[in-house]
């Protein structure tokens, strides 16, 4: 059964960094695209990087562009969202989601987010206060 299980959250200060990890099982990551998504309180649910090793394809949000990115690790299944310069409208639940496919679709851009499609994780709640 495939599974994702996010973890690293956590709350850290404006300006500070944080690493979230996404682990992948019942499935291998080695192929298929994985995006990162996030849900701040009150607001819809919103996909900010898609990465696909398969056709290189990749998606990322103007709300973290040059402050965020992704990253995996193919023998460990597991992949990674690096979050840099982090501001207070940074705070959210934090999940991992793939669609199965090879490419990153408007699956990983488009609202509102298919939460009924493909394998999700339970999140991870990220708090940026001073």
């Known amino acids: ?16 960094s944080l690493r979230l990890s ?6 291998s990551l080695r192929y298929y695209a994985i995006g990162w998504f996030r849900q701040a309180p009150g607001k819809e649910r919103e996909g900010i990087l898609c990465t696909s ?25 597991m992949a990674f969202l690096q979050m840099n310069s982090l501001k207070p409208e940074d705070t959210a639940v934090y999940y991992c989601a793939t669609d199965f496919g090879l490419s990153c679709t408007s699956y990983y851009s488009a609202q509102p987010v298919r939460q009924d499609v493909g394998s999700w994780g339970q999140g991870t709640q990220v708090t940026v206060s001073s």
């Open 22 to 27: 996404c682990a992948a099982s019942g499935f």
């Open 53 to 77: 090793p398969s056709d290189g394809s990749r998606y990322s949000a103007d709300s973290v562009k040059d402050r965020f990115s992704m990253s995996r690790d193919k023998d460990r299944n």
């Open 1 to 16: 059964q495939a599974q994702l299980v996010e973890s690293g959250g956590g709350s850290v200060q404006p300006g500070g």
